[in-house]
C-alpha cells in the first residue's frame, strides 16, 4: 500500500501549507516515514538559505499541528521542483509524492501548477494531489477509484482493494457515463471490476456510475465524503512504472473536491 514512505513538497504558500497537512495525515493513518522537501535551483546560494528557512517554517508548522508525526526535513538542488521531488523520491525510497495546489485554483478543486503537471507525466513513483483550501484530514472514510475497462485499471482494483481491506475502509469503484456510451456495457465492465476485488482480497466493493453530459457535471451528481481518496490509474501511453494522465483521467483530477492519488504504470 502507497503510504510507507511520503515525501511532501513543500513551499511557502497555501499550497504548501495544504500538502504539508494531508502529507503528515497520510504518514498518521498509514505508519509511514514522511520527509518534508524544498527544492532550489542550481548555483542560488540565497534561494538556498530561504529554501531552509522555509523548512523551519514547515517544521514549527507541523509540530503544532501534528506533534506526533516525526518527520525529516531535507533542501534538495534541482532545475525543477518537479524533477526534484521525483529525484529525491527515488534515492530515499519513497513510494509517495504529496503536492498542493496552483494559486489561483477555485477554493475546494485542485490546481496544476508546473510542479504538479511535471510529476503527473513523469514520476516515478505515485503523487496525490490536494485540492486547495482542503480541510483537515482526520482519517480515510472510503477509496474511491475511477474505473475505465482497461489492463491499468484492473491491476489498479487489486491494489486500491488491498489499501482498502488494510485501511479498514469501504471501496468504490465509479465509471463516467458520459452519454456516449453503452450504459449496459458500463454496467457490465463495473460488475466484473467488484468481482476483480471481491476474489483478489474479499471486499464487496460499491459500483457506481457518474452521469453527465461532461466529466465536471458527473463528478457532481455523485456523493464524495469527508475524508474520501480518489484514486486514479495512470494511462495507457504511460512509461512502465511511471505516471502519465490521459485527457480524461485529467479531467477528473480537476473536478475533483477530494485528494487524487495517481498510481504508476504496473504500480505493485
Known sequence: MIGEHVVVGYTADSGGR????????ISR???????????YPPGSPGLAVEAQANLADAASELGAESGDVPAEFLTFE??????????????????????GSA???????IGIGSTSDHLLHLSSEAVMLAPEGYPPFDGVARLTLAYVH???????????????????????????DLRTEDQGRLRDDLALAVRLA???????????????????????N???????????????DAQPHRVFLGELAMKVLRASPCPVTVLPRGFT
Not at 495544504?18 to 495525515?25: E, K, N, Q, V, Y
Not at 493513518?29 to 527544492?39: Q, R
Not at 464487496?204 to 458527473?218: F, I, M, N, Q, S
Request: hydrophobic share 45%; with cysteine.
Open 150 to 176: 482497461r489492463p491499468q485499471c484492473d491491476e489498479a482494483v487489486e491494489r486500491v482493494a488491498q489499501a482498502a481491506l488494510r485501511l479498514g475502509v469501504p471501496l468504490r469503484l465509479i465509471t463516467f
Open 222 to 236: 455523485v456523493e464524495w465524503l469527508p475524508g474520501e481518496l480518489l484514486v486514479c490509474a495512470a494511462s495507457e
Open 78 to 99: 534541482s532545475r525543477g521542483s518537479g524533477r526534484g521531488l521525483s529525484v529525491l523520491a527515488s534515492r530515499i525510497r519513497a513510494d509517495l509524492i504529496v503536492v
Open 198 to 220: 471481491w476474489e483478489s482480497t474479499g471486499i464487496e466493493a460499491e459500483a457506481e456510475l457518474a452521469e453527465g453530459h461532461d466529466v465536471t457535471a458527473a463528478m457532481a
Open 18 to 25: 495544504d500538502a504539508l497537512a494531508l502529507g503528515a495525515a
Open 103 to 109: 494559486g489561483g485554483r477555485q477554493r475546494g478543486r
Open 29 to 39: 493513518i498509514t505508519g509511514g516515514e514522511l520527509t518534508v522537501a524544498t527544492i
